[in-house]
């Protein structure tokens, strides 16, 4: 008898989302709500290690689930498989379908259906069924049989092999997985596959997914030079390097100029505090878990006319954000109307404890520089403030290009059982602040859609949802409007009426944190900036080493303009020169020969475009001076 079985079901946990299909776990024996997809790729984690098997006798089997966008199934391989071995697997997939193999239940008493396991010579799904069967009081378990391979499993299946298309599935990758997980687990080798109904869908995900991976910022933040991560330094922690610094630079002077212009003040805060601030703010107890665990000191007492020398415990905090350090600046001097809207901004750095299985490349980091900004002002304010903080953000995206997005207004639920411990309880204010928004995304013409229950904890917000160039969306800025801390943190303002007030305070950040930011730009322009943002903007390559003294006089003379210009290095021949310019992906290459030195020109060859022209120095450093100042997507020479 054939070995091994497929425990493919409670894998992703009691709930794991395929696609818009909401699969249930529970071991009920009830078939609910599996669509056709799935049943193939069920089916083709059996298929697969039927063939896996075949090859290489003497395996053991681990999990083998449908996944988001195939299936895969993991192994204790007799002797390793690379993706070499893919096209003899998959042959014999092919084949295993074609013979039209049906699949048979059949349900075992819980003893027996241990013993069957056994017999299988499966020590892991041994240890599963086992657990299973004791957690959920299980009387039985379900088998499944297709030709001469057995698997333990829940189903459902196709009916048989041959209803699977043929067509339409694709190994993809050989991983290590720890068994459950868990590193103190073997280590098996985890085969992954693509699956769907159609061929011409599995072409349509591969090519986007191969799309994807050229863009990934991961990759191209290395090739490029922008980030390193550095186990020494630690998880989450990015090293900016030169070339990820300069765009970081780049895109906070754009910021800082949009700021000054519609009247902000900047403020520099400390990346600590102490923890008791963080109890007043109410981000402790409840936001404990993605903050990094206090620094304990011992502190002197401040008690210098006693000259006591009694040393207290302070307990400090890296700031998970900004909001409390600037509730504080606003609180350092006395306030009246006068003085409002009061518009605090600083590229400020955060810390936040991420999970470290979720901490990844930009995207998930634990510290992190956000373009935040907190702004105080009276009621009668609010509208205003929130439209002008919308023209800004209008405006950073054109001169991004930016325009796959769609403006979502977060509200909260107050059906949710469970508001009271998630929003702050003041049901007036809620509907109060939430008529204001919707009145200013009204006004302003901009089409949105609701979210409710994605409010923060204090109030409504705008947020702006894009859609990536590989079709994900990523939730990049918002704004929001904060009815609830500032009254926590006795911030006041003295009224035209001689009265104390509270302010609002609407937080914002159009760009959003550095990391967030230079990931989503890296995809977006496919590492290929535009000269303003480009780590180097100028590239001059000589046709030979004789004219590198006039090429060098240009590089100084652009320099001197704060241009980002370099003489590429002069052993290469002039086509491996340029190749290794796009490479880089070098917006602009100027290429210097005997002509170029005799007439006092030069001959610009632009990133992503087949044509050269040969300009004057002065009228390309004209045409140059101008893309940068406006920030325009390409040099764009006069004729
Ligand atoms: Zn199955
Ligand atoms: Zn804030």
Same mark, same amino acid.
């Given at each position: 008898?054939?070995?091994?079985?497929?425990?493919?079901?409670?894998?992703?946990?009691?709930?794991?989302?395929?696609?818009?299909?909401? %699969?249930?776990?529970?071991?009920?024996?009830?078939?609910?709500?599996?669509?056709?997809?799935?049943?193939?790729?069920?089916?083709?984690?059996?298929?697969?290690?039927?063939?896996?098997?075949?090859?290489?006798?003497?395996?053991?089997?681990?999990?083998?689930?449908?996944?988001?966008?195939?299936?895969?199934?993991?192994?204790?391989?007799?002797?390793?498989?690379?993706?070499?071995?893919?096209?003899?697997?998959?042959?014999?997939?092919?084949?295993?379908?074609?013979?039209?193999?049906?699949?048979?239940?059949?349900? %075992?008493?819980?003893?027996?259906?241990?013993?069957?396991?056994?017999?299988?010579?499966?020590?892991?799904?041994?240890?599963?069924?086992?657990?299973?069967?004791?957690?959920?009081?299980?009387?039985?378990?379900?088998?499944?049989?297709?030709?001469?391979?057995?698997?333990?499993?829940?189903?459902?299946?196709?009916?048989?092999?041959?209803?699977?298309?043929?067509?339409?599935?694709?190994?993809?990758?050989?991983?290590?997985?720890?068994?459950?997980?868990?590193?103190?687990?073997?280590?098996?080798?985890?085969?992954?596959?693509?699956?769907?109904?159609?061929?011409?869908?599995?072409?349509?995900?591969?090519?986007?997914?191969?799309?994807?991976?050229?863009?990934?910022?991961?990759?191209?933040?290395?090739?490029?030079?922008?980030?390193?991560?550095?186990?020494?330094?630690?998880?989450?922690?990015?090293?900016?390097?030169?070339?990820?610094?300069?765009?970081?630079?780049?895109?906070?002077?754009?910021?800082?100029?949009?700021?000054?212009?519609?009247?902000?003040?900047?403020?520099?805060?400390?990346?600590?505090?102490?923890?008791?601030?963080?109890?007043?703010?109410?981000?402790?107890?409840?936001?404990?878990?993605?903050?990094?665990?206090?620094?304990?000191?011992?502190?002197?007492?401040?008690?210098?006319?006693?000259?006591?020398?009694?040393?207290?415990?302070?307990?400090?905090?890296?700031?998970?954000?900004?909001?409390?350090?600037?509730?504080?600046?606003?609180?350092?001097?006395?306030?009246?109307?006068?003085?409002?809207?009061?518009?605090?901004?600083?590229?400020?750095?955060?810390?936040?404890?991420?999970?470290?299985?979720?901490?990844?490349?930009?995207?998930?980091?634990?510290?992190?520089?956000?373009?935040?900004?907190?702004?105080?002002?009276?009621?009668?304010?609010?509208?205003?403030?929130?439209?002008?903080?919308?023209?800004?953000?209008?405006?950073?995206?054109?001169?991004?290009?930016?325009?796959?997005?769609?403006?979502?207004?977060?509200?909260?639920?107050?059906?949710?059982?469970?508001?009271?411990?998630?929003?702050?309880?003041?049901?007036?204010?809620?509907?109060?602040?939430?008529?204001?928004?919707?009145?200013?995304?009204?006004?302003?013409?901009?089409?949105?859609?609701?979210?409710?229950?994605?409010?923060?904890?204090?109030?409504?917000?705008?947020?702006?949802?894009?859609?990536?160039?590989?079709?994900?969306?990523?939730?990049?800025?918002?704004?929001?409007?904060?009815?609830?801390?500032?009254?926590?943190?006795?911030?006041?303002?003295?009224?035209?009426?001689?009265?104390?007030?509270?302010?609002?305070?609407?937080?914002?950040?159009?760009?959003?944190?550095?990391?967030?930011?230079?990931?989503? %730009?890296?995809?977006?322009?496919?590492?290929?900036?535009?000269?303003?943002?480009?780590?180097?903007?100028?590239?001059?390559?000589?046709?030979?080493?004789?004219?590198?003294?006039?090429?060098?006089?240009?590089?100084?003379?652009?320099?001197?303009?704060?241009?980002?210009?370099?003489?590429?290095?002069?052993?290469?021949?002039?086509?491996?020169?340029?190749?290794?310019?796009?490479?880089?992906?070098?917006?602009?290459?100027?290429?210097?020969?005997?002509?170029?030195?005799?007439?006092?020109?030069?001959?610009?060859?632009?990133?992503?475009?087949?044509?050269?022209?040969?300009?004057?120095?002065?009228?390309?450093?004209?045409?140059?001076?101008?893309?940068?100042?406006?920030?325009?997507?390409?040099?764009?020479?006069?004729?």
């Amino acid at each position: 008898m054939r070995r091994g079985s497929a425990i493919g079901n409670s894998l992703d946990g009691p709930r794991a989302k395929l696609g818009n299909v909401v %699969l249930k776990f529970e071991h009920s024996g009830e078939e609910t709500e599996f669509d056709e997809l799935y049943k193939i790729r069920h089916s083709l984690a059996h298929v697969l290690a039927q063939a896996v098997l075949e090859i290489r006798p003497g395996s053991t089997l681990g999990f083998g689930p449908p996944i988001r966008d195939g299936f895969y199934y993991d192994f204790v391989l007799s002797s390793p498989i690379t993706s070499d071995d893919f096209p003899e697997i998959t042959r014999r997939m092919k084949k295993i379908c074609k013979q039209g193999q049906k699949f048979y239940r059949e349900d %075992l008493e819980a003893e027996e259906a241990l013993k069957r396991i056994e017999e299988m010579g499966e020590p892991y799904k041994r240890e599963y069924g086992a657990e299973l069967i004791a957690k959920n009081n299980l009387t039985s378990l379900s088998f499944y049989r297709n030709g001469p391979f057995l698997d333990m499993c829940q189903g459902p299946h196709v009916d048989n092999t041959r209803e699977i298309p043929r067509d339409a599935f694709k190994l993809r990758s050989v991983a290590g997985a720890y068994w459950r997980g868990d590193s103190k687990n073997t280590m098996m080798t985890r085969i992954y596959a693509w699956a769907f109904e159609k061929q011409d869908e599995l072409d349509a995900y591969v090519s986007a997914y191969e799309e994807a991976q050229a863009r990934d910022h991961k990759r191209l933040g290395r090739e490029l030079g922008i980030y390193a991560i550095d186990n020494d330094i630690g998880k989450g922690l990015p090293l900016w390097l030169p070339n990820g610094t300069v765009i970081r630079d780049e895109l906070e002077r754009l910021a800082k100029e949009l700021e000054f212009k519609a009247g902000y003040q900047r403020v520099a805060t400390p990346h600590l505090a102490k923890e008791s601030l963080y109890h007043t703010t109410g981000h402790l107890p409840y936001y404990a878990e993605d903050m990094y665990p206090p620094m304990e000191l011992l502190e002197s007492a401040d008690d210098e006319e006693n000259g006591s020398t009694e040393r207290v415990k302070e307990s400090y905090r890296l700031r998970p954000m900004n909001c409390p350090h600037h509730h504080k600046v606003y609180a350092a001097e006395p306030r009246s109307y006068r003085d409002l809207p009061l518009r605090l901004a600083e590229y400020g750095q955060v810390y936040r404890f991420e999970d470290s299985g979720a901490v990844s490349g930009l995207l998930r980091v634990r510290g992190m520089c956000m373009n935040d900004a907190h702004i105080y002002c009276t009621r009668e304010q609010i509208k205003s403030e929130f439209k002008a903080i919308l023209q800004m953000y209008q405006q950073a995206y054109d001169i991004l290009g930016l325009d796959k997005f769609h403006i979502r207004l977060s509200k909260w639920d107050p059906e949710d059982p469970k508001g009271k411990e998630k929003y702050v309880d003041n049901p007036d204010a809620w509907r109060e602040s939430e008529r204001v928004l919707e009145e200013v995304l009204n006004e302003m013409e901009i089409e949105f859609k609701e979210g409710i229950g994605e409010g923060a904890f204090y109030g409504p917000k705008i947020d702006i949802q894009f859609t990536t160039v590989t079709g994900r969306e990523e939730s990049v800025s918002t704004v929001q409007l904060d009815f609830a801390v500032p009254g926590r943190m006795d911030l006041k303002y003295v009224g035209s009426d001689g009265e104390e007030h509270t302010p609002f305070c609407i937080h914002r950040a159009p760009f959003s944190t550095h990391e967030r930011m230079v990931a989503f %730009l890296i995809e977006h322009y496919n590492g290929a900036f535009p000269t303003w943002l480009a780590p180097l903007q100028v590239q001059l390559l000589t046709v030979s080493e004789q004219f590198d003294e006039y090429a060098q006089s240009i590089v100084e003379r652009l320099r001197q303009q704060l241009v980002r210009a370099e003489l590429a290095p002069s052993n290469d021949t002039l086509p491996k020169k340029i190749r290794q310019g796009a490479t880089r992906k070098i917006p602009n290459l100027l290429i210097i020969g005997e002509r170029e030195v005799a007439d006092g020109t030069v001959t610009l060859r632009r990133y992503g475009r087949k044509d050269q022209v040969t300009v004057s120095v002065e009228a390309f450093e004209s045409a140059l001076l101008h893309a940068i100042s406006s920030r325009a997507p390409e040099v764009v020479l006069q004729d």
